[in-house]
């Protein structure tokens, strides 16, 4: 019974195209995220929001009632996706930390210590 309730699931999940959530996670029944050694609360919290792609940074501007936030570098929506994997002015930055290309294989194949890092780097931790 289970097996098949999860099919059903997964199938609802799938024709759900347009769903940001689905490069994080594609299969409902894998694990969400890998949890770093001593991880604290707020290092936790950080990366759910991450992995969720709602953080204070990219989503305030819904709670404000203002115009959602751009890169001014390359002129293009402020995202979780844009920040961590497309923005060619972090580019370098994000080289020094990690090299996928995808959220998917950031949050499986990248150690969440050196995600915080790259974005302690940039400035930006504090408003995840």
Known sequence: MNAYINS??????DAEGANKLHEVLPNLGADLHRRGEGAG???ETA?????VVHT???????????EQPFCYACDSLY???HISIECPDFQDTR????SVTD??????????SRIVV???DLGVYGNI
């Open 41 to 43: 609360r707020k290092r």
């Open 56 to 66: 204070w940074l990219t989503q305030s501007y819904l709670l404000k009632n203002e």
């Open 95 to 98: 080289r020094k930390y990690f």
């Open 79 to 81: 995202t979780v996706r």
């Open 47 to 51: 990366m759910c929001r991450l992995w």
């Open 118 to 120: 790259y974005l302690k």
């Open 103 to 112: 959220l998917y294989r950031l949050f499986r194949e990248v150690n969440p």
């Open 8 to 13: 059903v699931w997964q199938r609802d999940w």
